[in-house]
Structures are given as C-alpha cells and as structure tokens.
C-alpha cells in the first residue's frame, strides 16, 4: 500500500493519494495542474490506474480538481448525496469502495457542510479493523472545522451537528485510528491547526482542546469562533458544486518588458500585484500597485478582485511569478496578464516612476504613539484582536479594507500594522493607491511591539 | 563523445567535461563541492573514468578544483611549464594527451598568464582536423583576455604576447574549428565579452572587434583598457600555485535564530552582509551590514573582507545563503559563520533594532544636483566611466569606497550610484557603516539616468 500526502503550501490543504497493488484513490484533488501532475506521477510510479475520486465535501477555499483529473484518467467520482452536485455520484452512509485490497468506508459526518463525508480506510483482512481516517474539514489536528460557512444563522444547529459526527463516529473507530485532515495550519477552514498533518483518534482525544468540550461547550464555544469570510468562497461553492471550468484554456504566464507592462496596467480591467516581501515593496515599487506576498496569492487576490481582473505581477524573481499563479489557479483565478520579467528592477533602470512605502519600526511608532501624532490601524483578523491590541488603534480587517477606507485625514500619518508586517504591507498598499499621503508600514507588526513590551489593551 | 559546459554563474566561468567511451577529461575543474559533485555526475551518467584534470592557466578569480577531484578520482593533473606549481604534471608546446578515440594538443599561449595553454581537441581518426579548442582566457566570445594581471609594467609585453598566441596559434587552426572559453559575460577576467559560451575561429575572426586589430593597434587597445584588481586575486593566485586548502573541513552554512545571530555579530571577526536584492535592504536591514545582493557575492567579499571574516547572512529566502555559500566557496572564502534562518523576517518580527537606506530614484536625484543640495559619488568601475558620468558626479569604485572613504560632509545628504543600483547599494551599506548620516542609494543607477535623458559628460 502506498499513502501520500500531495500538500499545498499557502492553501495548507491535503490531498490523498492511496495506491493497492494497481488500483488508486485521490482524495481531494486540486484544479492546479502541477498538482493533477503530481497525481499522474504517483500513479505512474506506484504501477497503479486511479479508479475513484472522492471528495470530503463542498470546498469553499480552492477549486476541486475532481472533473479534471477524471478527465485525464476515467476514474469515478464520488461525494456527499445531500447537496445538488452537477457531477460525479452520490455517497450515503455507510456505503463502501472497494480497490484491490483495501476498502473505503464512507461516513455522512455533516456540520461544517451539509454533506461533509468522513471516508475510513480497511485492509480487507481485517474488515473490522478501521486502519486511517480522511475527516476533511470536521477534526483536524488540534482543532475542528468551522460551522459558519453553511449559513451564519444557523451556527448553533450546525455546530451541534459537528459535536455529534466527530464524538458519534469518528472517535468510536478507536484510539489506534490514524487521522488524515484535510488541512493544517494556516488555512482559513479552522483556527489553531497544529504543523503536524497526521494524527491519531487517541491521541486527539488526550489532546485535543475541542475534543475536552461537553456538547453544550463545544456548540458555545465554535458559535463564538470569529472568522472572516472573502468574498471568493462564494465563487468556489459554485465552482465545486457545478463544475469549473476546465484547464485547457487557461494560459501561462507571460513575461512582459517595461514597456509592455506599462501600457498592460493602463487598460481597463488590470491591477497591478507586487508580490515581494515587504521590505522590497517599501523599498520601491511601481505606483498604483497593491502589496501581496508571494505566499498570500493563496488568499488575498480572493478578497480584492474580483474574477475578470487581470493580474499583472512583480516578482522578486521570475520564477516567484509561476509560483503565484499556480496559487491563483488553485482559487479558480484564471486572468494572470503576465509579470513584469526580471522582477522590479528593470522598471527602475528604465527611469520608470517609483513610489515608496514608509516603514515605521515599532520603536519609531511607539513615542509617535503617544503623542498622537499618528494614526494607527490594525488590519489583522478578529479573532487576532481578542489577544490584545495596541490602545488608539483602529480596528479594521485588511479584506475590508479597500471597500471600508478608514475615516482618517489624508494628509497626515496613517500607520498600518498586523501581526508581522505581510498584511500591513497590503493595507499600506491599499491607502496609498486610495490617496492617502503618508502611509506606514509597521515591520514585525504586533509580534515586534509584544516583543518590545509594548503596552497592550484587550479588544472591546 | 560526450562535451559539456558546466557553468558557474557570478563568476561567468566555463568548466568543461569531455568523455568518449569509458574515459573523461575535465578542464578547469572549480572548488566547490556542488561543482565537483556535477563532474562526478557527469562521470558516472557518461560512464566514463576521469583520467585527465587540465588547466588551461593559474586562475586569480576562483579556486581551482584540481587537487579535490584528483583526490576523488585518481585523475592526473597537468597545466603549463612556466610556473613553478607545487602540483600536477607539466605540459609543454606539442604535447599530446589521448584518451579512448579523442586527443588533446598542447599550444603554449602566454599573454593573460605566462604559462596560459590552449587545448586543441582531435578525433583520432582525423589527426589532421582540429574539431575544438578551449581557449582559456586568451580568446573569448567578441574580446580577448586581460593582460594587466602579470605585471602593471608589463602590460605592452604581455599584449604583444596575447596578439602573438592568438595570430600565431589559435586562428591558424582553422576558421570551422569551435572556440570553447574559460569565461562568458560578466567575468572579471576581460570586458565586452558576448553571453555566448561558443563561437568559431572564423565567426570570431569576422566579428570579434579585438581580431580586426594589427599588432600595434592591438597592443595599444590592450594596455588602455582599464581593469580593477580586487585583493583576493592575490590569495587565488597563491591558492592555485599551490594548492587550496582541501574541502573536508569546510563547515555547511548554518541557521541561526535572532538572539543566536544577534550575539554572533557582536562577536569580533564577524560581519553581517545582507544578500537581499537592493529595495530589500533599503526597506529595513540589520544595522551596520554590508548590502551585497546574492550575484554579488561571487566578487565583492573579495574586496570587503580578508579571509579570516566569519561572515553572518542575511538571506531573502534561507535557500539563498546555501546559494551564496556556493559563491564564496569558489573564491575561497571558507568562513561562513551562518545565516539568519528565515530572512530578515524574524529579526523585525523579535522587534530588534532596523536601519533604511534612503532611495532616491533619478527624477528626485537631477533636481537635488541642480541645486547641489546633495553630494553624488559614482562607484562604478573607471571601464564605464569612461562612456560618461554625471557631471558634478565624485568618481570612486565601489571596491575602494571602504578604504578610501570620500571627503564629503558626513551630516549632509550623499547619494551612491552605479549602473542600475546593486553595487551603489553596497556603496551605501559602506558609507552607512563608516557614520555617514543621509546615505541614498539611487535605484536605477546611471542606466535610469541616461534613460532620463539627464544630461551626461564625460570623464576626465
């Protein structure tokens, strides 16, 4: 038997690759085709024909790959009965697959969607034996899967249902079960993941802080979970309901002259992205840009374009452009223009026009701070602000940012800060594109201004 | 037959690897155990024995490789007579070596070296045809060798020398023959060269602008060019007279975390060189390190340090600091101390001390010279002078800036500019460190300007 876990930095989400002699499942497979590559790949090396795709459920954070891989391969693919899918088969409870010698037993685990399914590993000798457990989004390692998503009314009903599909199924299988997520730390489906991808059902029962609740905690404590929602999951919910569009017509990258890329940002429709590290964008970048690093392509062009934008990017060097826009097909963005070849600097060799981000180190912030002679806004997630946060600081998350330009004046100092510096290159991004005219960026964010024992208020 | 170019990037060297059956031949090997390890590969995919090590001459601007890969093989060592080598055997005018169906003739070509050899390669079966030659640094792609190295009283010796070997032996090979060099653009070791690694005698002789000279003009072009000569030339030359130190007690770069780094760069010996490209280290650095952007780090140590610096890095990424480990090996700096893991980031996020380098593109620069408000200090190297400067502009190469610190008030503003804004970064860095308040890089450098159309005169 083979078992592998095709995992995407950014995104922090897992696919399965599960080989017997010369039959294989994928779980999960992602529309990126590095990604289906690497599943050909697998399959190839392991001698083995994939014969079924199975999904967890309705991913709202990435485009399945399902439609694509069957494609390519004929498998069959399967998912949860009780939403109106466009494609694939239907999978009830306790229905079983079965591939050379191993067996999938499907469980309907409902609770962070309507149709999560939890599928259970066998070996078909010992038919009684629960080996491995794909929970998707309903228990992850240290943590559970959100309940909002379904309908933000409804978390109470929602989150009583995860309680009863993790303490009614999936820990029952035993303590010896080992546990595959489908994400871990960094995605936005949950808060809290540990590093570690894998688990056992007892050793998350020892461990584990939600698995320690009663239900009545349990459904308090996931209603008061606060989490943002981008915009983009909408478009995913349609997409892994009805099928995205397929592969075939999406183009590569381009690298683009100065000149070219000029005229490209002038047309309507395009927004330039600079996706270096901060420090380079403070350093200099080209005016009008917005500011995401390389590793936030996974998330933050969800919050700021919408889908008919076209992207034209900076990268640090060329091959970051690639990098970004296999994170951009993973969220079904299909319009990267092209990037700007060489990275920034044969903008600047060309005399081209450049603009300059400040950053405001928080030893610098701090006397400024108290004197009120600058306005501080703290773009990190809600749930961040409720370990502390800098006292005058305005409150605003960075994905609302652009829609919601905070109400400070223009002309005088706006500092923006989140938890290392990232996001408050995005916000400061965000302002100067907006007009305001003296933008700081906070390195180190509030990580460096604990670390200088800063003073720190609790959140309203 | 099996012919490859392993190329060393930064350094624009050109090591060569020549099997036919089950014998192999290596010209030029370098010291760096990422270079030997591709001629091992090459070996070993080829499956062929590497029994001859040849040196074209007695490199100044990297280690060689000789002694390392005939420790690993059992090759054997030749290069010129004319040098008192405490290694390897000698080989004179004439001298044939054979291995399998190839053979390779000795031509003495003194100018650059003056124990410099040209290798003719030959298929046995016609004796009377060369098919090949590698040149070394006598002719390369559009330009010929420097001759300044030997002797600075020398140079119109060595120039007649050069023109001899060249019009004396190397063209009358034959105009079909293929010209393999020791060096491609961007080396130390001649200027103008094109970003070919082959040409043929008779392309060159049609083209190469240095070819279209007689003997005098030649000679006179020859010892007007204006080449720099950094310190650790010296130590190469001595390392490859008499051998390097060998490579098993070479320590790998090591991560540090922020206090481990912290408390390394207080250390005496040490010194910080961050590694990041220019916009980088102008939006935040370590203070008092030394900006040399990671294509940099294959010279500019060199200059800056002597070789008993234990060197602290800052990388933009960590696998960076492996990559200019690689460089530094080659020049024979040894002494890497470590690298600050994960890049500048943990460093602003632990809320230590941060330092700018102000950037001051062109359009800000022309208005600041109008008005003499700001002290401009060109680093470029006296070559690129010479195709004009701008006026008002303080003349001092980069490699000399930080002995040879330039009279300028130290609390007024003082620009640094290059060609496009690496090596003004670096000269920034330097004035920064030596306590001069207002220090600007100019991003862009001279090629923004003359983009511009900024006026330009030229220099005494």
């Not at 922090?12 to 990126?32: C, K, L, W």
């Not at 606060?226 to 999406?250: A, H, I, Q, T, W």
């Not at 100092?413 to 960026?441: D, E, F, T």
Request: with cysteine; proline share 7%.
């Amino acid at each position: 038997m083979i078992l592998r876990n095709l995992k995407a930095e950014g995104l922090a989400h897992n696919t399965y690759f599960i080989a017997s002699g010369e039959e294989a499942v994928v779980i999960d497979p992602r529309r990126e085709p590095a990604d289906l590559r690497e599943c050909l790949d697998l399959a190839r090396e392991s001698g083995a024909i994939i014969r079924y795709i199975l999904e967890t459920h309705r991913n709202e954070d990435f485009v399945h790959g399902s439609l694509e891989l069957e494609k390519m391969t004929g498998a069959t693919i399967y998912h949860g009965a009780s939403l109106p899918f466009k494609y694939g088969q239907p999978l009830r409870d306790g229905d079983r697959i079965t591939f050379d010698k191993l067996s999938i037993l499907t469980m309907e685990t409902p609770g962070h969607t309507p149709e999560s399914l939890t599928y259970v590993l066998y070996d078909q000798k010992y038919p009684d034996e629960p080996l491995a457990t794909f929970t998707g989004d309903a228990l992850f390692v240290n943590s559970t899967g959100r309940i909002d998503l379904p309908d933000e009314n409804e978390k109470h009903v929602n989150a009583g249902k995860l309680y009863d599909s993790i303490h009614g199924k999936i820990l029952p299988l035993g303590d010896h079960v080992v546990i595959y997520p489908a994400h871990g730390a960094g995605s936005v489906c949950g808060s809290g993941m540990g590093d570690r991808d894998w688990s056992t059902i007892g050793y998350e029962k020892r461990t584990n802080p939600h698995l320690q609740l009663g239900r009545d905690e349990f459904i308090e404590y996931k209603v008061g979970e606060k989490f943002v929602r981008p915009p983009y999951f909408l478009r995913m919910e349609d997409y892994n309901l009805n099928g995205p569009p397929l592969l075939e017509s999406r183009r590569a990258p381009v690298p683009l002259g100065v000149q070219t890329f000029d005229r490209a940002m002038r047309q309507k429709g395009t927004e330039v992205v600079d996706i270096r590290l901060p420090q380079a964008f403070g350093g200099g970048h080209i005016p009008g840009s917005y500011s995401i690093w390389l590793g936030g392509m996974a998330l933050f062009p969800g919050w700021l374009f919408d889908y008919e934008t076209e992207l034209l990017l900076v990268p640090y060097e060329d091959e970051d452009a690639w990098k970004a826009d296999r994170l951009l097909c993973r969220i079904g963005f299909d319009q990267v223009y092209g990037y700007l070849a060489g990275g920034f600097e044969p903008w600047q060799n060309a005399g081209m026009p450049i603009e300059f981000t400040g950053e405001l180190p928080v030893d610098a912030l701090k006397p400024l701070m108290d004197t009120s002679d600058i306005r501080l806004i703290d773009v990190r997630e809600p749930r961040e602000w409720q370990n502390g946060i800098v006292p005058g600081a305005l409150l605003r998350y960075v994905g609302h940012l652009k829609t919601d330009l905070p109400d400070v004046p223009r002309d005088r100092p706006v500092a923006v800060m989140c938890s290392v510096g990232h996001r408050g290159s995005l916000g400061a991004s965000i302002l100067q594109k907006a007009g305001y005219g003296q933008v700081y960026n906070v390195p180190g964010g509030f990580t460096a201004w604990r670390a200088r024992d800063y003073p720190v208020k609790p959140a309203k």
